[in-house]
């Protein structure tokens, strides 16, 4: 890879700091003043009665699925109050806001002009209100006809060489209905570029448990956290990020579980929970939720998990049958004696150092499994983006088929998702790399024949498009630019394209670092009602639970000019393929009935689904494991053998994870603060153990500018501002996106070529003022 002769700071990532101010690490998460700021965002994004309109649909049964992440809604009773949580209501303001981008707002800012605010300001811009065209040469978007914009991508499409030249990005928020039309729409049209936000996601998750387990889904529901004995929780920051879920581990606890976490960071939710949603007490919930917590190093996991089974296996050779569960093990699993063998190899004392946790500690942790039955992993990004991210979840099935974990009640395999239909976006077949299964289903019931080659991931097809083999750049959601890494390397990939094309309900930077020509097609989102011949029509999705349900939107939509997904999809079909295709696509515009039939004829696992989707609360996928089986090629639970990686750092350099704040939706920033660990109003910092500020000199407020050397090319980050903060030694965190300039495209994740956005090599110096 080249150096890039792009200019620091440039529209790919302005580097303006808004003045750090510094407060306490917040001992417990939530309680009233989170509900509190909610409120405010909502009233003041959408008014009074917009926003409280939203907020008392929002995940009740008949309302619509919250926008934000894809955390379950209990099966039974839902909350008098609402189920939703802080930024699950921030993420409806979001999208509620009664601010909207007309032409107007267009043509008095330029495209270059736009790209010197910060995503901050970019995101507060509101909803974009009609479909605009940036034509060749063009310095503004301007106002285009749908018409006008489907004759365009259709003709460009139409001129590529191979439709192999286009590639189809899928962010997490499309609904199964779009999601089906548009892969469908891609296959037909005669590729399988459909790279999606999960390779950046849980993509490790779903290679790992696919090849262990033979489903790549997690296997419990929310009731069985109310079953279970021993909760873990790895890589996972869910007071943000999935702040619902403190509700069910405070149960879980409440019930007698043992919550066990493991994290570089004290993370403020998972130590302590003080749930707004009961009166205090009443319930008699208390706050603290982590039993044991276990500081690791960045990738200390496998380690750690070896450390445990370690300390396990001597139990269990000592006490045989009162440790692991041998029935299980022998009945539904190959491998394990071979398994054992090698961790025999292994030292429990040296392999606690090497994942940075006191010995005591990891004993302690053995003691309470060692006599617990029903277990539950949980983990999400600080195990998915890492080099060895595949193995390392390996190594928690291992843990788990030892304990016979999976397929009884209270225990089993639990990855939790981030986007609130990833999981559905994945079931209905937006995978670069389909199934014959699916492709022979597809082939069946719309008699053309799909293409068989597998198509790019994110990662190929950035690649792709910056050598000039990928020109037509399409995406249903998302911000590619600010989500991938390598920011200034994607972005002369995406400026390369002929055509780059983002059907969006806000602006991002993705508009703004654009293909010679580009298009913004705006569409409506979760709340909005979509009306078609007086009435108000639903959609569905999948939450990491594998319940599918229905999501019918409350508001007004901003603009009459906005379309939904699935009609998007359906006529920039006909205007593509015109009479080549073989999809009736004017008649799902129709009837949304009509899709969800052909995904019940085309998708396992949707019988009745038009009935039973408008059941209240919607139905369960199936779930080999659930049911006690694994649909791999043996039929069995596969152990898989692999060692501990320990990053090999130089003298002067930091690994970084890239984590976020409690102020964001991934590329989303609703605010500059990060309430639960003490950071307000700057995004711009790095968080440093003290040891490391000493050696370096460094103090708290200093700035540094920070660097990674990886493959050759010399990416920088300038203006961080360093935080003293309890992480452990030659570890440090920073906010992504606007560290993503610092994650090298080359470093991904084995098998599943997932970015290494929690593993970046860093250096740190002084910093100094660009020229
Ligand atoms: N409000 C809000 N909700 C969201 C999102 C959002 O941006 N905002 N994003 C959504 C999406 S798409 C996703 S994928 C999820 C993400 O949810 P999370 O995975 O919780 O998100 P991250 O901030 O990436 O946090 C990763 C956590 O892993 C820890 N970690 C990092 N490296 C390691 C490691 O090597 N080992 C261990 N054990 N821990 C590590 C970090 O300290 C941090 O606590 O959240 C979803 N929900
Ligand atoms: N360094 C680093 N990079 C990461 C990560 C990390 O932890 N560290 N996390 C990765 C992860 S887990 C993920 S999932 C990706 C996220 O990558 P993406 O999914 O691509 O990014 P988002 O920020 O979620 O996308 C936000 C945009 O989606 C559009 N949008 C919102 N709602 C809708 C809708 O209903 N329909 C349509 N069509 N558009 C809508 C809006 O225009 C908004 O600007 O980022 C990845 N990148
Ligand atoms: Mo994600």
Partial sequence: MSESPLPIPGAENP???????????????????????????????????????????????????????????????????????????????EEATAKKLTADFFSQHSVRELGNLSDYEIGGKGRIAQPMHLPAGGTHYQPITWDAAFEIIGKELNLLDSPDQAVFYTSGRTSNEAAFLYQLFVREYGTNNLPDCSNMCHESSGTALGESLGIGKGSVTLNDFYQAEAIMILGQNPGTNHPRMLTALQKARAHGATIISINPLPETGLMGFSNPQTVAGV????????????????????????????????????????????????????????????????????????????????????????????????????????????????????????????????????????????????????????????????????????????????????????????????????????????????????????LTVHVSTKLNRSHLVHGEEALILPCLGRSDKDMRNGENRFVSCENSMGVVQLSRGVLEPVSDQLLSEPEIVCRLAKTTLGTRSMVHWDRYIEDYDLIRSDIERTIPGFTDYNERVRQPGGFYLPNCNRAGSFDTPTGKAHFHIAEPQVPDLKNDELMMMTIRSHDQFNTTIYGLND?????????????????????????????????????????????????????????????????????????????????????????????????
């Fill in 15 to 93: 580097e303006k700091l808004t003045g750090l101010k510094k407060g306490n690490i917040k001992k417990v998460a939530a309680g009233i003043p989170a509900v509190v700021s909610a409120l405010e965002m909502t009233v003041s994004e959408a008014g009074f009665q917009r926003g409280m309109k939203a907020l008392f649909n929002l995940n009740q049964k008949g309302g619509f699925d919250c926008p934000s992440c894809a955390w379950p809604d209990p099966d039974d009773e839902r909350s008098g109050i609402a189920e939703y949580c802080e930024n699950g209501a921030r993420a409806v303001a």
């Fill in 675 to 771: 309430r639960y660990r003490g950071i307000y109003n700057e995004r711009r910092v790095i968080l440093m153990n003290a040891k490391d500020m000493q050696r370096r000199n460094l103090k708290n407020g200093d700035l540094v500018d920070l660097h990674n050397r990886y493959d050759g090319v010399d990416r920088v980050a300038r203006q961080f501002v360093v935080v003293e903060y309890p992480i452990p030694e030659q570890c440090t965190a920073t906010y992504f996106p606007e560290t993503n300039v610092l994650v090298p495209l080359t470093s991904v994740a084995e098998k599943s070529n997932t970015p290494t956005s929690k593993m970046v090599i860093l250096t740190v110096t002084r910093h100094e003022a660009s020229a």
């Fill in 283 to 498: 319930l008699g919930y208390k706050p603290a939720l982590t039993d044991i917590f276990l500081q690791v190093k960045i990738n200390g996991d496998m380690a750690l998990l070896k450390a445990i089974m370690r300390i396990l296996l001597e139990e269990e050779e000592k006490n045989p049958g009162t440790v692991f569960d041998r029935h299980f093990i022998e009945q539904h699993t190959t491998g394990a004696a071979g398994y054992l063998q090698d961790l025999k190899r292994y030292n429990a004392q040296q392999l606690a150092v090497q994942a940075g946790v006191p010995y005591v500690q990891v004993q302690e942790a053995a003691r309470v499994l060692a006599g617990k039955r029903r277990i539950i992993a949980c983990w999400a990004m600080g195990l998915t983006q890492h080099k060895n991210a595949v193995a390392t979840i390996k190594e928690i099935v291992n843990l788990l088929l030892l304990k016979g974990s999976i397929g009884k009640p209270g225990a089993g395999t639990c990855p939790v998702r981030g986007h609130s239909n990833v999981q559905g976006d994945r079931t209905m077949g937006i995978f670069e790399r389909p199934t014959e299964k699916l492709l022979d289903s597809i082939e069946r019931n719309f008699r053309f024949a799909p293409p068989r080659k597998h198509g790019y991931d994110v990662v190929e097809c950035i690649k792709a498009m910056h050598a000039g083999n990928a020109k037509v750049f399409f995406a249903m959601g998302g911000n590619f630019l600010s989500a991938t890494p390598d920011t200034r390397f994607t972005a002369e990939a995406l400026r390369k394209c002929r």
